[in-house]
């Protein structure tokens, strides 16, 4: 079985500041890892993922993450907080077997809220 | 390119009844997913269809089926409705292939009265 665990449901930045957001994960086969936003009333977006490879991933809007395996961790980071940032992010695991991707195991969400 | 795409966006139905929510993912995607996502629970993966056959499924009761026609879109059903299945449906679709990602539709807004 494969669990996420973000810390913080809400976390709070002034505009410029750094941004955290907190993803450790639990899973007995490598995992594949994801970061998707949330803005209200809509669906989910790809932030970034990782698969295999380098560790360090960017994606869009400035965000980047670290896959840390020995710390079973994958924070997203974002040097400069924008207003528009304010949304919803989920970090989501899976594995993958010759079948196919399984189903998204999702966080609990952290609200980022940008303080102006 | 069009993006997934669900319908109907909103959905009132009262207990008891069955819901039927419909996916079309996007061209050349052949695996959809469902999730629930209900205030509270957070995002739940529901079932997992590819090439028409379901894959796999989460921890939800029998009564939560549906089915992918030979166009790759789906369909999901929900039996004799209750108050707590009140949740957005969101619906997913990926490419084969190891690295990739699934892509949400926009989701259906189920309340059941």
């Known amino acids: 079985a494969q669990s996420v665990t973000q810390l913080g449901s809400h976390v709070s930045v002034s505009e410029g500041a750094l941004v955290l957001l907190r993803c450790n994960y639990s899973?007995?086969?490598?995992?594949?890892l994801f970061w998707y936003v949330q803005y209200p009333n809509q669906g989910l977006q790809l932030l970034l993922k990782?698969?295999?490879?380098?560790?360090l991933v960017k994606g869009i809007n400035g965000f980047e993450a670290e896959f840390k395996k020995s710390e079973t961790s994958f924070h997203l980071t974002k040097p400069s907080a924008h207003m528009s940032d304010a949304a919803e992010y989920f970090c989501?695991?899976?594995?993958?077997?010759?079948?196919?991707?399984?189903?998204?195991?999702f966080g609990k969400g952290t609200h980022l809220i940008i303080q102006p | 390119e069009a993006g997934v795409t669900q319908s109907p966006t909103h959905l009132i139905k009262t207990r008891g009844q069955q819901a039927t929510l419909r996916c079309s993912p996007i061209?050349?995607?052949?695996?959809v997913y469902w999730y629930q996502q209900a205030l509270g629970l957070g995002l739940q993966f529901l079932l997992w269809?590819?090439?028409?056959?379901?894959?796999n499924r989460g921890n939800f009761p029998p009564r939560f089926s549906g089915r992918q026609f030979p166009n790759y879109s789906s369909e999901l059903n929900v039996n004799a409705l209750e108050l707590e299945d009140s949740a957005l449906y969101l619906c997913?679709?990926?490419?084969?292939?190891?690295?990739?990602?699934?892509?949400f539709g926009p989701g259906t807004r189920l309340t059941v009265l």
């Open positions: 997913a679709s990926r490419i084969q292939g190891a690295r990739n990602e699934q892509f």
């Open positions: 061209s050349g995607h052949t695996s």
């Open positions: 990782y698969t295999t490879g380098a560790t």
């Open positions: 989501a695991v899976t594995s993958y077997s010759g079948g196919g991707a399984d189903g998204l195991t």
């Open positions: 899973s007995s086969v490598p995992p594949y």
């Open positions: 269809y590819d090439e028409g056959e379901e894959r």
